[in-house]
């Protein structure tokens, strides 16, 4: 098994990424690579990973989906007290990873998160379809529970106490914004000699460019 596995390997070939056609914001490269990625019909676009670390140092990583991205960082939505908020709330540094494997391509993301505005988690939460709303009231996310009727006795649960009224965000569910320290576009290149372009905000907070070896 371990040679089979040692054995999988693609060359990358599609395209290249030099220092002169980058954009000399990080915001606008990754507009530039995500109008790309939907151009290209990719499924699931928006996965990302988050990788968080507790008080303890102890990391942890999961798949969530950006829901917003502008001048001021990248946002996803969550329920606060899940494992990530527990996290998030001792230890506000985390990293995004994008992984577009269809252009050979990654976004890293590193940097400092905070919670969105009550306003803006509403507004978001009432774009959600009916059942996600019904959801965030019925899942205490990253508990033990004893076993899946749980969940179906809350669905059942607030389905009856909201009936055909409006469904309000509870209090323990919002957004987030990831503010970058530091943004590294990856693309891929033949013989594992990819291109690495890294965005580092420097203490003026100014945007350095560099080129990282692969």
């Not at 303890?56 to 950006?66: H, K, N």
């Amino acid at each position: 098994m371990g040679n089979i596995i040692a054995d999988i390997r693609r060359d990358y070939k599609l395209q290249s990424l030099q220092e002169k056609d980058v954009a000399e914001q990080p915001i606008d490269q990754f507009d530039r690579w995500w109008k790309d990625a939907i151009e290209s019909e990719l499924d699931e676009v928006n996965a990302m990973t988050l990788a968080t670390a507790d008080a303890t140092g102890a990391p942890s990583a999961r798949i969530v989906l950006l829901k917003g991205y502008d001048e001021r960082g990248f946002v996803f939505f969550t329920n606060y007290n899940s494992k990530k908020g527990q996290d998030i709330a001792a230890n506000p540094r985390v990293s995004l990873v994008f992984f577009w494997k269809e252009l050979e391509r990654q976004v890293n993301i590193s940097g400092s998160i905070e919670k969105v505005s009550v306003a803006e988690s509403d507004a978001y939460f009432q774009s959600r379809p009916v059942g996600s709303r019904i959801g965030a009231w019925c899942s205490p996310q990253s508990t033990v529970i004893a076993d899946r009727q749980i969940l179906e006795d809350n669905i059942s649960k607030y389905q009856a106490q909201f009936g055909d009224g409006p469904i309000p965000k509870p209090d323990h569910w919002g957004g987030y914004l990831v503010q970058p320290q530091s943004v590294e576009f990856w693309q891929g290149r033949s013989s594992r000699l990819h291109d690495r372009i890294k965005y580092r905000k420097n203490d003026q907070g100014l945007w350095i460019i560099e080129r990282l070896a692969p």
